[in-house]
């Protein structure tokens, strides 16, 4: 039998969303810590970010059958050497990762540079996998890619170095203390 079908992007990520609303909403009207004003904000600032990286690495999710199922075997998918294809097409992937470097360490205040990039680099080694996935199953044509993990990993430590920097600044150190959590509540 021959189909093929997709999976919008909305009919998941929607849902979600809704669903960190409702819990947003629930704690914030509870009072518990870390849930109102900015920290609120900056939760909801990660949650739609979260979103977008979901949105641009997942979707949309075809599945395909029969004739129409991609023969190519799945370790073909995959670029185990590191910068053997390393070209422009890294910049989007370090840019797509800014924001996570930026808003770890906001969200918790007790992760340094050395855990921030470790995470960074779980979370995009994480993507590839659910990728690498995606194929096996779906057949919907991802490619795993180690310079997608070095570009993003990347990403992240430039993004923690500009929050950095940022916060040098006392006028923006103080906006970035007024949103982020105070590590008690985390």
Request: proline share 7%.
């Amino acid at each position: 039998m021959n189909f093929q079908t997709q999976i919008p992007t909305a009919a998941v990520l929607g849902p979600v969303l809704a669903a960190f609303a409702l819990v947003a909403l629930v704690r914030h009207r509870r009072g518990v810590p870390g849930w109102r004003g900015g920290p609120l904000v900056l939760r909801v600032v990660t949650a739609l970010y979260a979103a977008a990286v979901a949105s641009l690495t997942f979707f949309p999710l075809w599945i395909y059958g029969g004739d129409y199922r991609n023969q190519a075997e799945w370790i073909g998918q995959i670029q185990p050497i590191p910068l053997l294809m390393a070209d422009l097409t890294m910049i989007p992937n370090v840019i797509m990762f800014l924001p996570l470097g930026f808003l770890l360490p906001l969200l918790l205040p007790r992760l340094g540079r050395g855990r921030t990039v470790l995470a960074c680099a779980l979370i995009s080694l994480g993507i590839e996998v659910v990728q690498l996935f995606q194929y096996v199953v779906f057949a919907n044509g991802r490619a795993v890619d180690v310079n997608d993990l070095i570009a993003n990993t990347l990403g992240g430590l430039l993004g923690y170095a500009i929050l950095r920097a940022a916060q040098r600044t006392a006028a923006v150190r103080t906006v970035l203390d007024k949103v982020s959590p105070s590590p008690e509540t985390v």
